[in-house]
């Protein structure tokens, strides 16, 4: 894959919808809403998304949709938590999308992020085991440059996202959950402005990985300060 667009970013969302969501319902909702919203502001430049939801099933909502063509996420939490099988369907199904670009020679994603968003454990999946979720992810980071970034909500180790390989992680509380969408539009909008200018596709990607991390990092911390622990894989 050799015709990447520098001015494209490919968002990929991995939203748990199992039962013990419902509560966050309606910051899950409007938080995407906002972010889309947000960078819809933007002209210059590509954004393209990607949304899976899952509980015990996965649901494809968007599959590589134009950002200006979004519509309203309709949300509706219940049962349980197949995140191996959400996350592994997500990869598959991006990864089929721009093979099938590659194939016609059009043009590719400067960066693809893949964000997963979850209050819980593993404890439903059928398709997909860690160990086959874990070397998707390592493939697409290390081929293909994707980034992951693991959001937990109320989650107080670390050892689902570092049992899984993901870089980023950030942990918060229900009651911010917002702050994840914050993270997300506060890293692209980084790559945007910076897609815009004569900086090359290596630089570009850089700034955008620090800014996530940063803010990712921010988020854990003002976390920690809150339950008056640290977050460890444990």
């Given at each position: 894959?050799?015709?990447?667009?520098?001015?494209?970013?490919?968002?990929?969302?991995?939203?748990?919808?199992?039962?013990?969501?419902?509560?966050?319902?309606?910051?899950?909702?409007?938080?995407?809403?906002?972010?889309?919203?947000?960078?819809?502001?933007?002209?210059?430049?590509?954004?393209?998304?990607?949304?899976?939801?899952?509980?015990?099933?996965?649901?494809?909502?968007?599959?590589?949709?134009?950002?200006?063509?979004?519509?309203?996420?309709?949300?509706?939490?219940?049962?349980?938590?197949?995140?191996?099988?959400?996350?592994?369907?997500?990869?598959?199904?991006?990864?089929?999308?721009?093979?099938?670009?590659?194939?016609?020679?059009?043009?590719?994603?400067?960066?693809?992020?893949?964000?997963?968003?979850?209050?819980?454990?593993?404890?439903?999946?059928?398709?997909?085991?860690?160990?086959?979720?874990?070397?998707?992810?390592?493939?697409?980071?290390?081929?293909?440059?994707?980034?992951?970034?693991?959001?937990?909500?109320?989650?107080?180790?670390?050892?689902?996202?570092?049992?899984?390989?993901?870089?980023?992680?950030?942990?918060?509380?229900?009651?911010?959950?917002?702050?994840n969408y914050d993270i997300i539009n506060c890293a692209t909008t980084a790559y945007r402005s910076m897609a815009k200018t004569s900086a090359s596709l290596a630089d570009t990607s850089a700034l955008f990985c620090a800014t996530l991390d940063e803010?990712?990092?921010?988020?854990?911390?003002?976390?920690?300060?809150?339950?008056?622990?640290?977050?460890?894989?444990?």
């Amino acid at each position: 894959m050799s015709n990447l667009n520098k001015n494209w970013i490919n968002l990929v969302f991995v939203i748990d919808k199992s039962g013990s969501m419902y509560s966050s319902k309606e910051d899950v909702v409007g938080g995407f809403d906002k972010t889309i919203t947000e960078q819809k502001k933007d002209k210059d430049g590509k954004v393209t998304v990607s949304l899976f939801t899952f509980n015990e099933k996965v649901n494809q909502e968007y599959l590589g949709v134009d950002i200006n063509d979004i519509a309203k996420f309709h949300y509706s939490p219940d049962g349980m938590t197949a995140m191996n099988d959400g996350i592994g369907t997500a990869i598959d199904k991006v990864g089929e999308w721009l093979y099938e670009k590659d194939k016609r020679g059009a043009e590719l994603p400067g960066k693809t992020l893949v964000v997963v968003m979850t209050d819980g454990m593993e404890n439903a999946s059928k398709e997909y085991t860690l160990k086959q979720v874990q070397e998707k992810i390592k493939e697409q980071t290390e081929k293909y440059s994707w980034e992951f970034i693991y959001m937990g909500t109320d989650i107080t180790t670390s050892k689902a996202a570092d049992d899984l390989g993901f870089k980023f992680k950030t942990y918060g509380s229900r009651k911010k959950f917002a702050n994840n969408y914050d993270i997300i539009n506060c890293a692209t909008t980084a790559y945007r402005s910076m897609a815009k200018t004569s900086a090359s596709l290596a630089d570009t990607s850089a700034l955008f990985c620090a800014t996530l991390d940063e803010a990712a990092t921010k988020n854990t911390a003002d976390y920690e300060a809150e339950i008056g622990k640290k977050i460890t894989n444990t």
